[in-house]
């Protein structure tokens, strides 16, 4: 009988439209209001300035610029000792000093690549080395290069080596993933993509290692960093941001780029209070509703947006992309041409 059903096409959307009335009108109200009062209670009793991470070691990948510098400097005023992580050393010894003048006892400096697993175990082992535990891993180091498939800077390696530590301190890790891997907007498909894996992984872990270990998974929207700015606009995603270059440059007048600094915090404090989703800024979950009830309607808003205002915007680099089709393609040899 269940197979007839299926069979009937028109039965199988009325009883799907069917649900999705019921779902919409009977469960996502109570549903809602049971989680504003939880996040109102949870709001208040881990008032902001009241988390104390004073003696918790915090490990930070990339670290040397951007959110993850502003989110050293959030933990350095909860007091925590830090762990920054990044391959430019100069910019890291910038940052640890201002980190220990806003609050933190010690700061450990690591120069490491990411994307290089050796790298990744060998950051883990010196925090335990130095600090003999682990309190928070936030998996922050990441590229921008819209064009090119290399967008892989793994955030998965380093919670390998790092999960038996934070095991034993019942940690935290945060992974900072972007509103890219929810709405896909135009020509950011390697890098929503490869956004999009992290939230697949980490939704994954999160619930094999609860309640011991809570997992925040960041999506946010633009923040005001040198990503934005064009660093990785270039074939080898090294050029220093350029002003009025890249993206943030198109959108910047129509579609709002939030400081990193307000960013930063909403991220630390959510992370302490243990909250599993962050978005930054929060008008971007209304995006996220808008994407999964009406998906067409979002597709032509952020290609009458973004790709309209990015292609007006003043021509930059290109790394490996197809200028004419605005669509990423590959060789026969299976690279990108
Ligand atoms: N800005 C936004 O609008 C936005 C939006 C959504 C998500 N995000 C995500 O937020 C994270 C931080 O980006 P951001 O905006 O702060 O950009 P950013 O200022 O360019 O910072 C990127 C950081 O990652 C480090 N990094 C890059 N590749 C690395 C590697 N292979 N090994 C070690 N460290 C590496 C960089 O340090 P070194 O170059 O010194 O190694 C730098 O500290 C990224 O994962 C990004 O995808 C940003």
Redesign the pocket.
Known sequence: MFEQYLRNKIADAAIMHFMFIVAVSLILPPFFIIKLINTVVRRYRYSMDTIDMTGKVVLI?????????HLAYEYAKKGACLVL????ES??REVADRARKLGSSDVLLVC????DIN?CKRFVDETINHFGRLDHLVN?????STYSYSTD?T?YAPVMFAIPHLKKSKGRIVV?????AVLQPPQAGF?GAS?AALVSYYESLRLELAPTITVSI???????????KG??ESKEATAEPEANSGLGAAIGKDFP?MS?EPCAKAIVNGTCRGDTYITEPQFIRVLFLLKYLCPELMDWFLHKLLLKKETEASPRPRGNFHESSHVSTFTNEGKLD
């Open positions: 990948t990339g670290a040397s610029s951007g959110i993850g510098e992580v990044a391959r430019r910019r890291l490491a690549d990411v994307s790298d922050n180091a990441g590229i921008g800077v955030k900072n993933s972007s509103s890219a890098y956004k960041v999506t946010l929207g633009y923040i005001d960093t040198e990503m934005i660093k990785h780029v990193v």
